[in-house]
Nanobody, 114 residues
Framework: QVQLVESGGGLVQSGGSLRLSCAASGSIFSLNRMGWFRQAPGKQRELVATITSDSAIRYADSVKGRFTISRDNGENTVYLRMNSLKPEDTAVYCC????????WGQGTQVTVSS
C-alpha cells in the first residue's frame, strides 16, 4: 500500500512563493518517478514537473524558470518550490508517484491572488 501525503499549499499574492512537499510511504522500490500535476477549475489535469530517482527532470513550459522540483530519495519525498506565482497557477496540486502503477495524493490547494 503506497500513500502520498502532501503539504504546503495555501493562499499567496501574485509574485509570491510557496513550497509543496509530498512524502511517500509504503512498499516503494527506489527506482521510481515522482512529481506534481495540477488541475484548475473547469480544466483538465496537467503536468507541472516530474523527477526520476536519478534526478532527470521535466517541467511544463508554463512553469519553467519559476518552479523547481527536487527530491530526497532517502526520505521518498518530493518538493516543488514555486516562485513568481501568477493567478493562473491557482489549482489543486496533486503529488504523483509511478512505481509500476500510478499513485496520487489527495491534493493541496494553491490560490494566487492578483
Amino acid at each position: 500500500q503506497v500513500q502520498l501525503v502532501e503539504s504546503g499549499g495555501g493562499l499567496v499574492q501574485s509574485g509570491g512563493s510557496l513550497r509543496l512537499s509530498c512524502a511517500a510511504s509504503g512498499s516503494i522500490f527506489s527506482l521510481n518517478r515522482m512529481g506534481w500535476f495540477r488541475q484548475a477549475p473547469g480544466k483538465q489535469r496537467e503536468l507541472v514537473a516530474t523527477i526520476t530517482s536519478d534526478s532527470a527532470i521535466r517541467y511544463a513550459d508554463s512553469v519553467k524558470g519559476r518552479f523547481t522540483i527536487s527530491r530526497d530519495n532517502g526520505e521518498n519525498t518530493v518538493y516543488l518550490r514555486m516562485n513568481s506565482l501568477k493567478p493562473e497557477d491557482t489549482a489543486v496540486y496533486c503529488c504523483w508517484l509511478w512505481y509500476g502503477n500510478n499513485y496520487w495524493g489527495q491534493g493541496t490547494q494553491v490560490t494566487v491572488s492578483s
